[in-house]
C-alpha cells in the first residue's frame, strides 16, 4: 500500500494553556511533512486575528504551506475580502473558503446585510482576486441543509465552477459513506479532488453529539463497541484502530489525500499516520 499524503487542521488557542497545546500539536505533525496545515475560523467569524496570528506562526515555525479558514458569517464582503488579504500579506495564500454556520443556533444562514450571500459567491470573489489556493467543504452524507444528495453534490460542482481547487468532507464513520459520495460527485462531471476528512475519535462522547449535529450518522455498532472500550480503558486502542481500519480502506480504493481533524490533540492522529506508513521526515526544530 502507497502511503497517503496527510494534511491537518487545528484550532486557533484562545488561552496560554491551548497555545501550548497548538504548539505540541505542530511540534508532533510537523515532522509528518503534511501537505499543509489549516487553521479554523471560530464561529462567527470570533477567532479572526486569533486565526490570522496562528497561521502566521505556523507557517513561520514550520516552514510548510497552511490554510487558513474564512466563512462569510457576521461581516460585509469588503471586511472578509480585507482579511482574505490579510492572509496574503502574511503568505498565507491557501484559504478554506465556507459560508459558516447560521449564527446564535438559528435554523436557516442569514447574510450579512452587505456580505457573501453563500460560499459560492465567496468563491467567486476569492478567485477573482487570483491570489489563492482555494479548499471548500463538501459533504458525504448531504449537509443538513440540503433537500437530498443530488442537491448536495450539485451545490458541490457550482463550488468547484466558482473557482475551488479542492474539497474537503465532513467526517464520517464508514468507509462506503465516503466512496458512495465520491462515485455521485464523478456522476455529476467533477474531477477535481475530493478529499477525506478523518476524525480520530479522542472522545466518543463528545465526538457522538458533534456528529448529531452536523448530519453524520452513527453506526449502532459503534456505541457498542465504545462502551466496551471505555469500560475496559481501551478507548485509545479502539479509536486507532478503527481510523487506522478505514484509512486504509480507503487508500487501498485509490483515495492519495487525508486529511485530519486533530482538535489540536496529536497522539491518535500520529498513531494512526505511523501505522499508515507516514512517518517522520525532519523535527520542527529542524525548520525553526
Ligand atoms: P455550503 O456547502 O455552501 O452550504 C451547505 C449546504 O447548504 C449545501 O450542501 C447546500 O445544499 C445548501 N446551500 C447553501 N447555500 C445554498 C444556495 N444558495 N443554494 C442552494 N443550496 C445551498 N465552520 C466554521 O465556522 N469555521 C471553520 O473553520 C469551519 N471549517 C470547516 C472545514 C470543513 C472541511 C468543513 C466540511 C466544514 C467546516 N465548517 C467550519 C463548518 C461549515 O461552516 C458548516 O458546515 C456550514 O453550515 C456550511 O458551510 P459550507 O461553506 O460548507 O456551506
Known sequence: MTSPAV??????????????????????????????????????????????????VLRRTSGLPVAAHLTCVGASKAETLEVADSFAE??????????????????????????????????????????????????????PESHDQAQNVEWLKRKFDAGADEAITQFFFETETFLRFRDA?????????????????????????????CGASVPA???????????????????????TEMCSELVSEGVENLHFYTLNRPEL??????????TAQTSLSDVA
Open 185 to 213: 460527485c464523478a456522476a455529476a462531471g467533477i474531477t477535481k479532488t475530493i478529499t477525506p476528512g478523518i476524525m480520530p475519535v479522542t472522545n466518543w462522547k463528545s465526538a457522538r453529539n458533534f456528529a448529531t449535529r
Open 90 to 143: 502574511i503568505g498565507v495564500t491557501d484559504i478554506v473558503a465556507l459560508r459558516g454556520d447560521p449564527e446564535n443556533g438559528a435554523p436557516t444562514f442569514t447574510p450579512h446585510a452587505d456580505g457573501f450571500a453563500d460560499s459560492v459567491e465567496l468563491i467567486e470573489a476569492l478567485a477573482k482576486t487570483g491570489k489563492f489556493t482555494l479548499r471548500v467543504g463538501a459533504y458525504p452524507e448531504p449537509h
Open 7 to 56: 494534511s491537518f487542521e487545528v484550532f486557533p488557542p484562545k488561552s496560554v494553556d491551548a497555545s501550548f497545546r497548538l504548539w505540541d500539536t505542530a511540534q508532533a505533525l510537523a515532522p509528518l511533512a503534511p501537505r499543509f496545515f489549516s487553521v479554523t475560523y471560530g464561529a462567527g467569524g470570533s477567532t479572526r486575528d486569533l486565526t490570522h496570528d496562528s497561521a502566521h
Open 269 to 278: 492522529t500520529r498513531a494512526v499516520c505511523r501505522a499508515l506508513g507516514v
Open 221 to 243: 455498532a459503534l456505541d457498542e463497541a465504545y462502551a466496551a472500550a471505555i469500560r475496559d480503558d481501551r478507548h485509545d486502542l479502539l479509536s486507532t484502530a478503527l481510523c
